[in-house]
Each structure stands twice: as structure tokens, then as C-alpha cells.
């Protein structure tokens, strides 16, 4: 069975700081998907980054970056320089890329991480 | 192009009541699921689809239906509504299975008093 975890379920910190959202993941699958999902106070959920099981390459994308990290099956998000606009729920979620196995018509999200940023 | 409509956005109902939430997409998506959002448990899976005329059970689909006529439609009905049922509800379509992103519908915030 997959599994997500978010073990952070709130951080604030102050604007211009740096910050870090954990997200391990469990799968007995070799192929899975992992995501990063924003949730603003407006409710709406908006897709951030996908990663696959085989590409560890981390990314960086203006001031947001991912650490994909297999050995610890990890999938951390860092917020570099937070703005308050950053203010948000962010989900992590994983999908398995089992055809035979069903799993990769699930997506499984973890609890979420409310970040808060404050000026 | 519209993406995931969800109707309604807001509703109250009475403990037994039973109601549909509506869910379509505009994307030709095979892929559909309905979610829903409790505070400190993140989005569990009720049911998914993964074609016109196939669908299945999620983590939490006790209370709750689904059937999927076509491509476009995947309402949910909501048999005899109770208290533990109040929650954010959330359509998604996905183009396939693995990878591909979920598009998301603005969501349906219900009440079940």
C-alpha cells in the first residue's frame, strides 16, 4: 500500500526566510510519481511538480526547489526567500506506476503542511 | 475551456438527506476521483473511475456512490447523509494513470447538521 507523511502540520516562519516542507513516502513499487500539490486560502489546489521513481535530480524553479532523495524515500520542498504569498496548505502525494497492480490509479496525499508567513 | 466544474459550491443538509454532488471535465480524461478534506487528514480518496463504466472504491467510500456514465460526468451521491459526512468534497480528473498531474475542481464545502 502507498503511504504519504507530512510529519509538519504547521510552520510559520518570517517573510525572506527559508524554509523546508518534509514529505516521506512508502511504496513496494519500483515505479511511482510523486507530487507537490498548493492550497492558498482560496481553497483551490494547484499542481506544483511531479517527479518520477527514476529521476533524482533535484529541481529548481525560481525561488521553490525539491530534493528527491531515494535512500530515505524522501521528497522535500524548500521555499527559498518565503513571501507572504507563499501562505499556504501544500500537499505531497504519490502515485505508483503499477498497471498490473492498480496502484497507479490512485493518488495518495499526505495530511499537508500549513505554512504560514508572516511580514 | 471550462477544466473540472464542480456544482454545488456550498450546501447544508438535514442527518438522512441524501443529495448528488456534481463533477465534469472538459479535458476528455479518462481518469476521475472524488476526495475529500477533513482538518489534519489531509485528502482521502472516496471513489475513483478510470473509464465510462468502471469504477472503484477508494480509503473511505462507506455512505457514498458513484457511477460513470461517460467520459465527461462522475457525480457522487451522498445515500443518507450524516453528521461525519460535513467535509470539503473535491472532484479530479487525471488523463491517465502513474504520472499524470489531477486537475481539480474548486470544491464543495458541505454541511450535514
Known amino acids: 500500500a502507498q503511504k504519504v507523511t507530512q510529519a509538519q502540520t504547521e510552520i510559520s516562519v518570517v517573510e525572506k526566510e527559508d524554509v523546508t516542507l518534509d514529505c516521506v513516502y512508502e511504496?513496494?513499487?519500483?515505479?511511482?510519481?510523486l507530487f507537490w500539490y498548493k492550497q492558498p486560502p482560496s481553497g483551490e489546489l494547484v499542481f506544483l511538480i511531479r517527479?518520477?521513481?527514476?529521476?533524482?535530480q533535484n529541481e529548481i524553479s525560481g525561488r521553490y526547489s525539491w530534493n528527491f532523495q531515494k535512500s530515505t524515500s524522501s521528497f522535500n520542498f524548500t521555499i527559498t526567500a518565503s513571501q507572504v504569498v507563499d501562505s499556504a496548505v501544500y500537499f505531497c502525494a504519490l502515485s505508483e506506476g503499477g498497471v498490473l497492480t492498480g496502484g497507479g490509479n490512485k493518488l495518495t496525499f499526505g495530511t499537508g503542511t500549513q505554512l504560514k508567513v508572516e511580514l | 475551456n471550462a477544466g473540472v466544474t464542480q456544482t454545488p459550491k456550498f450546501q447544508v443538509l438535514k442527518t438522512g438527506q441524501s443529495m448528488t454532488l456534481q463533477c465534469a471535465q472538459d479535458?476528455?480524461?479518462?481518469?476521475m476521483s472524488w476526495y475529500r478534506q477533513d482538518p489534519g487528514m489531509g485528502l482521502r480518496l472516496i471513489h475513483y473511475s478510470v473509464g465510462a463504466g468502471i469504477t472503484d472504491q477508494g480509503e473511505v467510500p462507506n455512505g457514498y456512490n458513484v457511477s460513470r456514465s461517460t467520459t465527461e460526468d462522475f457525480p457522487l451521491r451522498l445515500l443518507s447523509a450524516a453528521p461525519s459526512q460535513t467535509s470539503v468534497y473535491f472532484c479530479?480528473?487525471?488523463?491517465?494513470?502513474?504520472?499524470?498531474?489531477?486537475?481539480f475542481g474548486q470544491g464543495t464545502r458541505l454541511t450535514v447538521v
Open positions: 517527479r518520477n521513481s527514476f529521476d533524482e
Open positions: 479530479a480528473s487525471r488523463r491517465g494513470q502513474g504520472g499524470a498531474e489531477a486537475f
Open positions: 479535458m476528455n480524461h479518462e481518469y
Open positions: 511504496t513496494r513499487d519500483t515505479t511511482y510519481y
